[in-house]
Structure formats: structure tokens, C-alpha cells
């Protein structure tokens, strides 16, 4: 099911002739509505520039979609509370909780009922088909959005030959981008001038997103496979490795502004000032180059962005990105139209109609076919250099969260003591040992066999990265 190559366009063919016998069958009313509900700054990449794929959905199937903007909940929250929803977004991370108290449907037998699949392969497959779309080894998502964190940098201080200079002096090294986390700490201190209001990091650190940027440190500090859990689910981040990524998470802190620790701040707070111009460095995904190569942007041409800083193995950077944001497409268990959905779901990623979701402007979805990197007008709305690095990281890029039923409270028990460390409340070493106590209570409330095969399905989803490392940079 997983490797089947579409073709361009005739998934959107296929799925609108499902729609049209549906109708003719009598199994679905003409001019049925579908609920979508996705949020707003995820509405064009939807329903496309001036509403032209929904006129175009619309005129085609003779169904009408009817668009609401979902508040800031998490999926989770929202699907609970609304049951006026055919489909929606989730993000990678929720689908394990999701599934396992019921709130999503399971697809797998929707793409057996129409004769669909989630290509995985060149040219145009799927990029992250068992990170972002699978469960169990079932499918509850469809991938509608890429989302590895990537690192970005003022590329017009990395080239001041003043800069460059010093530098050198100082640490004894030329002035290039970082290839670990300590290059990268030494990066933020180097460019640093807080007093002033430019700041070194400005990565997110609010209560609710703080994992999303511990995670990559961690998955750094040791040898291949340095997982959350052993094979007995018993915690790995009570350890060296786990402080180590703490301090490094930490450590940015005395470089950046002292809103981030504040609850909200997530990238909606430090991707504006980087794109103010008031820090060197942020992380996001590659959603953000679209924003930056932006001729209007007062940091265009300024930018560079460079794959996240990891491990160096025979002199060549190994990184280790993972999954954080992320929009999947997801119907509820309540939804009333779940074929409609399906359908829709899958014309709208279908390789012609995505281009035209992913490459409008005024959306923020990021590429998650293989396509999507080489087409023009993607390339042109996102910059081609900033593309290329994004697409060199995808073989390292780990699934998000920690792919348990439970994952909401595990990640919230992490980044509840990460706060804690971060507002001076309690050391590294404490965040990491009550986090792995709480992780303890939490995996032997669900059972602790039970998640030792869910963790244990999950690991194989992350990459095997030391067989071609990347060049160092």
C-alpha cells in the first residue's frame, strides 16, 4: 500500500470520480457539505488563492465545502469538544492519543474501500509516510504538511569580513555554521548583543513547545539510537545524555529575549523579531523561508538556513531533525461525511493540486512530496537555496513526540520541567530525573506492556543515520 507511484493527477481524477458514484449510488446526497475546519494561517493552502481549488472541488463534484477556522486548541481539545467536523488538522504528534481514546477514524479501510495509497518513493511520493501517516501500522493521517525544524541564520553577519575576523581570533576556528550544538551555543554568544535588543537565539521556550526543541539535542548527545526509552520503556533521559541536551537547551537562554519564557511564546513570538531583524538565529521549519524570501521582508537576502546541528562522524555532520509542527489531515470519529472527507483528502494532495496548495501564497503548508522541491513556482515562493537544505535533511528527520498513546501527558511532563529549570527553579539534572519519575507513573497507568509495543513499533520509524552522513557544511 505504502509504495504504489501515483501519477500526476489522476489521484484527483480518481477521487472526484469516487465523489460523482457516491452520488449516483445515492450514498451521498448532491451537493452535499463538507466541514472542514483547519486554522487560519492554514486556510490557503486549503481552499487555495482567491478560493479557487474550492470552486474548483465545488464545480467538479457538485459538493460544497463549508470552511470554519478551528480556535487555538490542540486537535485533541477540539476534536472533543465540536462534532460539527468532517475533517481537520492534527499534528504529527497526536495521532497516538488521538487513535487510542477514539477520536479520529481509522483510514486504512478507506483507502482499501476507493483503491488509494500513500506512495513513499521518488518522484512524487509522500515524503514521511510512516512518520506522519501511520499508527499501529495503520493509516490515521494523511500527510498535508512537512515540518522538520531547520536552523536559521543572519547570513549577512556570517559574511562580514569583520566578523569572520574576529572570530577567528577569539575561538581559533574560521567563522561557519555550526555543526554541533556547541558550535552553535558558541554562534549565539559570539553574535549576541542582548543590551541592545539583538538577540543570539531566538528559539521558542514557552511551556507548551519547549520539547519540540529539546528533542533534537537529545537525539545528538550519544551514538546512534539514543532513544526516550530502552526496550523496557524505562526512561533514557535520567542520564548524562539527557542532562547534556538540557544544559544545551538552557544555555540559550542568557542570549535571548526574556519573553520567551513566557506561556504563548512559541514561534508566533520569536519569528517575528527574527524577521524584524533583531536575532542572529531561530528554529522553525522551512514554512518561515517563505516569509523571509519575501522581497518586502527586512531580512531579505540576509538569511541562510543550514541543517540542524547533530553529531560529527569521520569528520562529516550527522543531524538530527525531527518532526514538530506539522498539520496532517484527519477525519473524527463523529464526522458525518467521512468518505467526502476522505475524497477531498485525498485531491487536495494529489501531485498537481498540492503544488498549488504548497506553492499559493498567503499559506503556510510546507512541502511533504518529493515533487514539491524542484517545482518552479514552489521554489520561487520558498527560495531555492533554502528548499535544497531541506530536502538534503529529509533522510535524518525523526517522527515527533514520543509515538505513544499518552504522549500528551509525557511531553507535557518534559516540558513542565523544562520550565521549571529554565525559570532557575530546578537544576538540569532534577528536570531530567523527575520527568523520567513522572514518565515512570504514566507508562505503568497505560500498561506497560502495551506501550512497550507501541515504542517499540515506533522506533522503527526513525532514521538509520549513519549510512551516508552529510558533508559538514
Known amino acids: 500500500m505504502l509504495t504504489t507511484t501515483a501519477l500526476a493527477g489522476t489521484q484527483a481524477d480518481h477521487a472526484v470520480a469516487a465523489v460523482k458514484q457516491l452520488v449516483a449510488e445515492g450514498a451521498l446526497s448532491a451537493g452535499a457539505a463538507l466541514r472542514l475546519t483547519v486554522k487560519q494561517g492554514n486556510l490557503a493552502s486549503f481552499l487555495g488563492e482567491d478560493n479557487q481549488l474550492k470552486i474548483e472541488w465545488e464545480a467538479a463534484t457538485g459538493t460544497v465545502i463549508d470552511a470554519r477556522v478551528m480556535p487555538q486548541l490542540a486537535s485533541r481539545a477540539f476534536i472533543r469538544r465540536d462534532d460539527a467536523v468532517d475533517l481537520t488538522i492534527a499534528r504529527s504528534h ?41 499508527f499501529n501500522e495503520q493509516i490515521v493521517a494523511i500527510p498535508a504538511d512537512g515540518d522538520s525544524a531547520l536552523l536559521y541564520l543572519r547570513r549577512d553577519l556570517m559574511d562580514d569580513p569583520a566578523r569572520q575576523a574576529s572570530f577567528q581570533a577569539r575561538f581559533g576556528r574560521a567563522l561557519a555554521p555550526p555543526r554541533t550544538w556547541a558550535e552553535y551555543q558558541a554562534l549565539v554568544a559570539f553574535f549576541d548583543r542582548s543590551a541592545e535588543g539583538f538577540f543570539g537565539a531566538l528559539e521558542p521556550r514557552d511551556t507548551l513547545t519547549g520539547w519540540m526543541y529539546w528533542m533534537p539535542r537529545f537525539l545528538a548527545t550519544a551514538r546512534p539510537g539514543q532513544y526516550l526509552f530502552d526496550e523496557s520503556m524505562r526512561p533514557a533521559i535520567d542520564s548524562p ?26 514561534y508566533s513570538y520569536t519569528l ?11 528554529i522553525i521549519t522551512v514554512a518561515a523561508a517563505k516569509l523571509a524570501n519575501n522581497p518586502a521582508s527586512q531580512v531579505f537576502g540576509k538569511v541562510m538556513v543550514v541543517p540542524m546541528p547533530g553529531r560529527v562522524v569521520a569528520g562529516r555532520v ?8 506539522g498539520n496532517n489531515l484527519v477525519i473524527p470519529a463523529r464526522a458525518q461525511n467521512k468518505a467526502l472527507a476522505f475524497l477531498f483528502a485525498m485531491w487536495l494532495t494529489d501531485p498537481d493540486i498540492s503544488v498549488r496548495s504548497v506553492g499559493g501564497a498567503g499559506g503556510f503548508t510546507d512541502p511533504y512530496r518529493y515533487h514539491h522541491f524542484d517545482d518552479p513556482r514552489i521554489r520561487a515562493a520558498y527560495g531555492g537555496a533554502f528548499l535544497d537544505v531541506a530536502r538534503a535533511q529529509l533522510p535524518y528527520v525523526a517522527p515527533a513526540g514520543t509515538g505513544l498513546p499518552g504522549d500528551a501527558a509525557y511531553l507535557k511532563a518534559l516540558s513542565e520541567n523544562l520550565s521549571l529549570a529554565a525559570h532557575g527553579e530546578q537544576s538540569a539534572a532534577e528536570a531530567m530525573r523527575k520527568t523520567a519519575i513522572e514518565w515512570e507513573a504514566i507508562t505503568e497507568r497505560l500498561g506497560r506492556q502495551a506501550q512497550i509495543g507501541h515504542w517499540l513499533r515506533f522506533r522503527a520509524a526513525f532514521p538509520v543515520s ?7 557544511h
Open 318 to 325: 550527522v543531524p538530527h531533525p525531527t518532526l514538530i509542527y
Open 241 to 266: 545524555e539527557g542532562i547534556a541536551a538540557t544544559e544545551s537547551y538552557l544555555a540559550t537562554l542568557a542570549h535571548s529575549p526574556a519573553g520567551v519564557l513566557k506561556e504563548g511564546s512559541d
Open 272 to 282: 517575528p523579531l527574527f524577521l524584524a531583524g533583531k536575532g542572529f538565529s531561530t
Open 466 to 472: 549513519t549510512s551516508t552522513p552529510m558533508p559538514a
Open 94 to 134: 497526536e495521532t497516538p492519543d488521538l487513535v487510542s481514546e477514539g477520536l479520529v477514524a481509522p483510514l486504512t479501510p478507506l483507502f482499501e474501500r476507493f483503491g488509494f495509497s500513500l506512495p513513499d518513493a521518488p518522484p512524487d511520493g509522500y515524503v514521511h509516510v510512516r512518520q506522519q501517516a501511520l
